[in-house]
């Protein structure tokens, strides 16, 4: 165990078989483990202890009207604990695993602990790929499991972001190096035969649209909150972010896109590109590592040049505008939002 002073520190280990039964055996202790996933490290606990749901919002800081995302290891578990429509079930077998939630009618009598919920009579669901799925499977119960990071900041890429962060509330980290798609998942909730964004991630929309054959619909930011990541503060640096810039300030750290620069980028005190080559899935990989970068160099202002909407980025927009927003403390969120 590793510690600074008397303080504790989470141990960090390789996801290797005897991993997963590790990560378990904590898990069922009510303990909180960091977990990789194909879209960002998750913050796990099991989704059935109140207690253990409890510390992951006392680690994050997180507001409690904030529902979580639980995480299953196949479709049967899901089945458990929803009632999945015959369109859900049809993303599900087309999507499942990957970066995809659902957010469904809780089943009468589940066992999921309502703070999971923060209220709702729904739950989100989703699947993920690797070693996450055989963890829930070991454990037997879904994980509740946000992103492993400080509630409202840069979600967490990497185990060495999960330990720089929160290293002295938890107990594990299993690493699997950086994570492969690096935005949280996609967020859908079917009303009928209409099909709602409740957040963009790491599945593009025109992927979905082109499997369900019609255009989905997209959520008013100050729509009541129905899943994660739908507050209007979010995913923020502690410096200002400034978005669409076609000219560098004095001293204004630079995020870059693409091979062509705003005008008078050498003025920037820092300067990363998400993409050299204009590609949007390695500008998704790269958005929360290259704004945590930046953001330690201590500018005052991160700038963004403007990124396309298209595909994976209208996720990255989504980030970047909720990075951008007014900090509010979560107390006037919730005046906002009732």
């Given at each position: 165990?590793?510690?600074?002073?008397?303080?504790?520190?989470?141990?960090?280990?390789?996801?290797?078989?005897?991993?997963?039964?590790?990560?378990?055996?904590?898990?069922?202790?009510?303990k909180?483990?960091?977990?990789?996933?194909?879209?960002?490290?998750?913050?796990?606990?099991?989704?059935?202890?109140?207690?253990?749901?409890?510390?992951?919002?006392?680690?994050?800081?997180r507001?409690?009207?904030?529902p979580?995302?639980?995480?299953?290891?196949?479709?049967?578990?899901?089945?458990?604990?929803?009632?999945?429509?015959?369109?859900?079930?049809?993303?599900?077998?087309?999507?499942?695993?990957?970066?995809?939630?659902?957010?469904?009618?809780?089943?009468?009598?589940?066992?999921?602990?309502?703070?999971?919920?923060?209220?709702?009579?729904?739950?989100?669901?989703?699947?993920?790929?690797g070693?996450?799925?055989?963890?829930?499977?070991?454990?037997?119960?879904?994980?509740?499991?946000?992103?492993a990071?400080?509630?409202?900041?840069?979600?967490g890429?990497?185990?060495?972001a999960?330990?720089?962060?929160?290293?002295?509330?938890?107990?594990?980290?299993?690493?699997?190096?950086?994570?492969?798609?690096?935005?949280?998942?996609?967020?859908?909730?079917?009303?009928?035969?209409?099909?709602?964004?409740?957040?963009?991630?790491?599945?593009?929309?025109?992927?979905?649209?082109?499997?369900?054959?019609?255009?989905?619909?997209?959520?008013?930011?100050?729509?009541?909150?129905?899943?994660?990541?739908?507050?209007?503060?979010?995913?923020?640096?502690?410096?200002?972010?400034?978005?669409?810039?076609?000219?560098?300030?004095?001293?204004?750290?630079?995020?870059?896109?693409?091979?062509?620069?705003?005008?008078?980028?050498?003025?920037?005190?820092?300067?990363?590109?998400?993409?050299?080559?204009?590609?949007?899935?390695?500008?998704?990989?790269?958005?929360?590592?290259?704004?945590?970068?930046?953001?330690?160099?201590?500018?005052a202002?991160?700038?963004?040049?403007?990124?396309?909407?298209?595909?994976?980025?209208?996720?990255?927009?989504?980030?970047?505008?909720?990075?951008a927003?007014?900090?509010?403390?979560?107390?006037?969120?919730?005046?906002?939002?009732?």
């Amino acid at each position: 165990m590793r510690s600074i002073g008397d303080v504790p520190l989470a141990e960090i280990i390789a996801p290797d078989e005897q991993a997963i039964l590790r990560a378990a055996q904590t898990l069922a202790a009510g303990k909180l483990v960091a977990i990789p996933t194909e879209t960002v490290y998750g913050l796990a606990a099991d989704a059935t202890n109140g207690d253990a749901v409890a510390g992951i919002f006392e680690a994050k800081g997180r507001p409690h009207f904030n529902p979580l995302i639980c995480h299953v290891s196949d479709i049967a578990m899901a089945e458990r604990y929803a009632v999945i429509d015959p369109l859900s079930r049809q993303l599900m077998d087309a999507f499942w695993p990957g970066p995809l939630t659902l957010v469904l009618p809780l089943r009468p009598g589940t066992h999921i602990h309502p703070l999971v919920a923060a209220g709702l009579d729904t739950v989100a669901l989703r699947m993920p790929r690797g070693i996450a799925g055989k963890i829930i499977a070991a454990l037997g119960h879904p994980l509740a499991a946000p992103s492993a990071n400080t509630s409202g900041k840069i979600s967490g890429t990497s185990a060495q972001a999960v330990a720089d962060d929160l290293g002295e509330k938890i107990a594990l980290i299993l690493d699997a190096g950086p994570s492969e798609v690096g935005l949280e998942s996609t967020i859908l909730k079917v009303d009928d035969d209409a099909v709602l964004l409740l957040r963009p991630g790491g599945l593009a929309a025109e992927d979905i649209e082109a499997l369900i054959g019609h255009s989905l619909q997209r959520m008013d930011q100050r729509a009541a909150i129905q899943a994660p990541g739908m507050m209007a503060s979010h995913y923020a640096p502690s410096a200002g972010v400034r978005l669409n810039v076609h000219e560098v300030r004095d001293g204004e750290a630079l995020l870059a896109f693409g091979p062509e620069r705003a005008a008078d980028a050498h003025k920037a005190s820092a300067r990363l590109n998400l993409s050299e080559a204009g590609n949007l899935r390695e500008a998704a990989t790269n958005l929360f590592d290259y704004m945590k970068r930046l953001d330690r160099l201590g500018g005052a202002v991160i700038a963004v040049e403007p990124i396309p909407f298209t595909g994976l980025g209208e996720a990255i927009n989504d980030r970047l505008v909720r990075a951008a927003a007014p900090r509010v403390p979560p107390i006037e969120e919730l005046e906002q939002i009732k």
